[in-house]
């Protein structure tokens, strides 16, 4: 490609756009570590570029607007405020519109530079080596090759206009490669390069995004291949608008409140579902013929995938080493315990008594940086101005043998530079007397970002900032430690009530913790409302009451609700509703979960429990009449039953191990025991365990999981709108990655490596088995389940059952 | 005790460069290493903070509150070891338990998948 003559000093125009990067940094600095990666590797190259001209320096132009698009989107996607979501689409629109406005090229009066390359051919070899774009007839000397839609970024089309007016042809790369209309929405996440910057290094963060290993197996090619790669980018940039798309209907689908709406909502999904599906398997094909050089995509893949499992830095890694899965695995069951163990730690403590409580509650939000510093570490007079991440590194050095004393704060203060990007200005042990205050404020910030804030999820709570004088009050009782306060964010996180009827549900929260329920029954709790309102309101006040006195069986209050209340028979049938242990409760919370579909008709009209008792009845009435005529009219369905296998729940660890307390949450490992009944798949279902095995332990790259989960579900005689919510919603996960919605997480969990939208997801191998054994995707898929709008309860039912038994077999191992 | 470690100021590098080894994630990027000290870290810290706890005696709450409220983080602590004198050890102890429990965990699934490798 010809370098553009140099240009005037566009210094200032640099300048300007740092300072852009410096705002995004400043103001998403705490973002994740991918986008401080993002916004590094941007603002680095920005600072090698001499002329804006250059095609790297286009390149700089445009990733940087296309960096600001996704973190606008990273917030939008942390946010559920719809003022502040429909002010941060208004940005990225903005943004958007002005990435793919094609701005008129007025030398010569040419024509607007308009779309030329839109087909799925690749391009000619007399293209100028730029990968699948066309000399643009309506505008000579410029060319341009992007997506439908798509135009030149307005720098770069002035930029063009004035190399134009000196007389020398232009080319210039295409801004439309990864679909720049849509791209902040896609399902990859990461800052698209262009079809003319093929090749790029393996590694490194010029790496392309993309759904296949085609961009990483390639020195310089010839024009036929590039046109190729050229290719490849343009269908994955469509493609990408497809996953929008998609998503964009699938949410419609779910928000939809009638069933006609719905029946439309479903088709427009589906027609966007097959559309994302051609324009991937193009893709494919593509990558197939770009990776034949390397035994095609699949072998390409798995080898991608040992590459990133070698060892790093020329270390080696052992056999019995740890994978970051397992690795991650292990910290996630060690938090859950950690969770489990404060929410009983509260209840103990309270004794019943709401004042110990809020001191409690309080002393865990605010102790723990100074503390632990100062514990640990033996090293009071600093403790203040340590971080919660210093603390506790500390800490872990401590305990491996570090001893106290000879960890400095110089130590300490710079090893979460180093990890974490947190700055704890510190100088050989001793803070500068200029920078106290600063120090304290800088600890405070990192305390309650890295610390409480984190831990207990109120990361909601930025948010409820925007919602007026509620959050103002509300923030305000948080600072001054108030439990109530606290809690309302902490459920707040995990409900989707507004704001007043959380604060309703704390009282009910207390009740159930003092009942002998733990947090993780109480997370399962809060995001049903049904539950919350038919359970808690009544006997968890009781409970509340009952429990000053220490006396509450957890299954006690249940069965009082199932004896008070009508109940179905399956719900009865389901042996569950008996006094008795945890589990069991946690059985019969499940089991009212199924009503939390339905929760909107009638919660929040009651006015006393009279009317409450009348509508749950005559719901359930309503609810009993529609199973029937499910049952009528679906014969192929499995009956509505509750699953016959209980859950495997059990970890033991060795009897040579430290104490280890005993956690309600899910564990990580679950491994059969010679006691373990027999995985029976719910009646009806046409398959045998093995079966079940065989496929759910067939590996393949990630996008195979939601056809292989097609093909297990057809086997098992599953069919219906039930299984293809199931089958969209493991799709989900595997295109947008849970990952994305949490921070990070799930495709952290499933891959060896951290979770990075710009290689995940397919250059994965997983296969069903790490799906329905892992426990975020689970918890992720109960909870869609669980909130669904689109599934009937009857429905809900049905899905569970197989989302259950799968989890059995895969969790069983082979 | 590290042996490497003498009497002196340990740096940055070699605490976390310890902690990776006790940790086993040496083979692991830099940026995952990072990620899992500082996640491992943070909840050791809570479960120190929590074993701790749980011996403060609740008459003490108000006391210690306010020394919160004040904002006098040494007395703070110091009121919390007139009344736990060991607290330091019992922290220490939550700690070395957590690292116990995770490699007891991350041992677990290497053990299942080499198992598993092999029967394969």
């Known amino acids: 490609m010809r370098q553009s003559p140099p240009g005037p000093d566009n210094a200032t125009e640099i300048a300007q756009l740092r300072a852009q990067l410096k705002t995004i940094r400043d103001t998403v600095g705490s973002g994740s570590g991918e986008r401080r990666d993002q916004i590094r590797d941007l603002a680095r190259r920005g600072a090698a570029i001499s002329d804006l001209r250059s095609p790297e320096g286009q390149r700089f132009l445009r990733d940087s607007r296309v960096l600001e698009i996704r973190l606008l989107n990273d917030e939008m996607r942390k946010t559920s405020d719809r003022t502040a979501r429909a002010r941060l689409l208004e940005e990225i629109r903005s943004i958007d519109a002005e990435l793919s406005s094609a701005s008129p090229i007025s030398t010569s009066g040419q024509q607007p530079v308009q779309d030329q390359a839109v087909n799925s051919s690749p391009a000619p070899a007399d293209t100028q080596s730029t990968g699948g774009q066309h000399r643009s007839p309506a505008s000579p000397g410029i060319l341009d090759g992007n997506t439908p839609g798509d135009g030149l970024h307005p720098q770069i089309a002035k930029l063009a206009e004035e190399i134009a007016k000196r007389g020398g042809p232009v080319i210039i790369n295409s801004i439309g490669d990864v679909g720049s209309k849509n791209s902040y929405g896609g399902s990859s996440g990461s800052m698209p390069q262009g079809p003319a910057h093929v090749p790029t290094p393996p590694h490194g963060s010029e790496k392309p995004h993309g759904h296949d290993a085609a961009h990483t197996k390639h020195e310089a090619m010839p024009q036929a291949k590039e046109a190729m790669h050229g290719e490849y980018w343009r269908i994955n940039g469509l493609e990408d608008i497809a996953i929008s798309e998609a998503n964009k209907a699938f949410a419609a689908l779910e928000a939809a409140t009638n069933e006609n709406d719905r029946v439309q909502k479903l088709a427009a999904y589906k027609t966007a579902r097959t559309k994302r599906e051609a324009l991937a398997q193009q893709r494919r094909a593509i990558a197939d013929q770009i990776l034949a050089p390397y035994g095609g995509r699949e072998a390409a893949m798995r080898q991608m995938a040992r590459e990133e499992n070698q060892p790093h830095a020329g270390t080696e890694r052992a056999p019995n080493a740890p994978t970051a899965t397992e690795v991650q695995n292990a910290l996630g069951a060690i938090r859950g315990r950690t969770k489990a163990e404060a929410a009983r730690i509260v209840a103990v403590k309270s004794g019943g008594s709401e004042k110990w409580t809020r001191r409690f509650l309080s002393a865990l939000v605010r102790w723990p940086s100074a503390l632990v510093s100062g514990m640990a570490t033996g090293a009071v007079g600093y403790s203040f101005a340590q971080t919660g991440l210093a603390s506790g590194i500390a800490s872990l050095a401590t305990s491996l043998g570090v001893p106290a004393s000879w960890l400095t704060a110089g130590a300490l203060g710079s090893i979460p530079a180093t990890i974490g990007g947190v700055a704890v200005p510190f100088v050989g042990g001793m803070m500068l007397p200029a920078v106290p205050v600063v120090a304290a404020a800088l600890a405070g910030m990192a305390v309650w970002q890295l610390g409480p804030r984190k831990w207990l999820g109120f990361k909601k709570l930025d948010d409820w900032m925007d919602k007026g004088w509620q959050a103002k009050k509300l923030y305000k009782k948080m600072r001054v430690g108030d439990s109530q306060a606290i809690l309302d964010a902490k459920y707040a996180k995990i409900s989707s009530r507004p704001t007043w009827r959380r604060m309703q549900t704390i009282p009910r929260i207390f009740g159930a913790l003092l009942g002998g329920m733990t947090m993780h029954d109480l997370v399962t709790l809060s995001k049903g409302g049904s539950v919350q309102d038919l359970v808690l309101r009544k006997k968890g006040l009781e409970a509340y009451e009952l429990g000053k006195r220490g006396v509450i069986g957890a299954g006690n209050w249940i069965t009082e609700f199932w004896n008070n209340f009508k109940m179905p028979e399956w719900f009865k049938s389901g042996g569950v509703v008996e006094q008795g242990t945890v589990v069991e409760c946690k059985e019969a919370v499940t089991r009212l979960k199924l009503l939390e579909g339905e929760r909107d008709s009638f919660v929040g009209l009651y006015k006393d429990d009279t009317e409450l008792i009348n509508r749950l009845n005559n719901r359930i009435a309503a609810l009993e009449e529609q199973l029937a005529k499910t049952k009528e009219i679906s014969p192929q369905l499995p009956p509505v039953t509750p699953p016959s296998a209980p859950t495997i729940e059990t970890h033991t660890p060795p009897s040579e191990s430290p104490p280890v307390e005993k956690a309600p949450a899910r564990p990580p490992v679950s491994e059969p025991t010679p006691a373990s009944p027999p995985i029976e798949p719910p009646t009806g279902l046409r398959v045998k365990p093995e079966q079940l095995s065989f496929v759910i332990n067939e590996g393949s790259d990630i996008r195979s999981v939601p056809p292989g989960l097609r093909r297990l579900l057809d086997s098992m005689q599953f069919k219906g709108r039930a299984a293809e919510w199931l089958i969209d919603t493991i799709d989900k996960t595997t295109y947008n990655g849970i990952g994305v919605r949490d921070g990070r997480g799930v495709m952290q969990l499933l891959t060896d490596r951290p979770f990075d939208p710009r290689r995940v997801p397919d250059d994965t191998i997983v296969n069903l088995k790490n799906y329905f054994s892992n426990n975020a995707v689970m918890n992720y898929v109960q909870a869609q389940i669980d909130n669904s709008r689109v599934l009937t309860y009857a429905e809900k039912l049905q899905v569970r059952q197989i989302v259950e038994l799968l989890e059995q077999v895969a969790r069983r191992g082979n | ?120």
């Open chain 2, 1 to 120: 005790m590290n042996p490497n470690i003498t009497n002196r100021v340990v740096s940055p590098e070699e605490v976390k460069k310890m902690i990776v080894e006790a940790l086993n994630i040496g083979h692991l990027p830099v940026t995952d290493q990072d990620s899992i000290i500082g996640e491992l870290a943070g909840t050791l810290m809570e479960r120190a903070t929590l074993a701790l706890l749980k011996e403060v005696p609740e008459d003490e709450f108000d006391k210690i509150d306010a020394l919160v409220d004040a904002g006098k983080d040494a007395e703070m602590v110091e009121a919390i070891r007139k009344v736990v004198p060991n607290a330091q050890q019992i922290m220490e102890d939550a700690i070395r338990s957590g690292v116990e429990e995770y490699k007891i965990l991350v041992n677990e699934q290497v053990k299942a998948r080499l198992e598993g490798a092999a029967a394969r």
